[in-house]
């Protein structure tokens, strides 16, 4: 089975899963992986699915397409396999990065660089801003993947010093503690 990426993005309401898998059901797919949210009002979901091999990813797009764009939603298919998309950093352990603080432009950019210089890879965001100068309404949550061969001290002072300077509250945490600590 080829294996492919379905990213749907558009206005959310009841029934966009059940479309989607629909089709992707008829059409002898298979889910392999699912992530699939809701920001403000825009549904955002992204499905890695195995095709039968007389099934043509164009085909499977313009299935897709019509019985999405109705709903008005953007529908994008590309290869699984396709440069690029198979990168996972090795030997390297799962942490969670949160910080808060009072929003303002650039705060995503600037942790990002820093994380991304040192080649930790963020696997999930979650950032809600509501505004304002009250630190708990600006909270993110960075889930990164951080190689066992870089300076993990490094990382964290450089961290530090830039919310610092961004006036945020960091936590650092590998992601068992997190889970732990957060547990409902």
Do not use: W
């Not at 890879?121 to 708990?136: R, S, Y």
């Amino acid at each position: 089975m080829n294996k492919i990426v379905i990213s749907v993005l558009g206005p959310d309401r009841p029934g966009i899963i059940a479309t989607v898998t629909k089709i992707l059901f008829e059409q002898a797919c298979n889910i392999e992986n699912v992530s699939q949210t809701i920001i403000r009002s825009e549904f955002s979901g992204i499905f890695i699915v195995a095709m039968p091999g007389d099934l043509t990813r164009e085909k499977l797009h313009e299935y897709l397409q019509a019985g999405l764009t109705p709903l008005g939603l953007n529908v994008y298919v590309k290869p699984l396999d396709a440069p690029g998309v198979n990168f996972a950093v090795e030997d390297s352990e799962p942490f969670v990065i949160t910080t808060k603080g009072p929003d303002r432009k650039g705060l995503v950019a600037a942790i990002t660089e820093i994380i991304a210089r040192y080649g930790v890879n963020v696997t999930n965001l979650q950032a809600v801003f509501k505004g304002g100068d009250d630190p708990e309404n600006n909270i993110m949550i960075y889930e990164v993947d951080v190689p066992n061969d870089i300076d993990q001290n490094a990382l964290y002072k450089d961290l530090r010093a830039k919310a610092e300077v961004l006036s945020l509250t960091i936590s650092i945490q590998h992601r068992k503690i997190f889970e732990a600590i957060n547990r409902i």
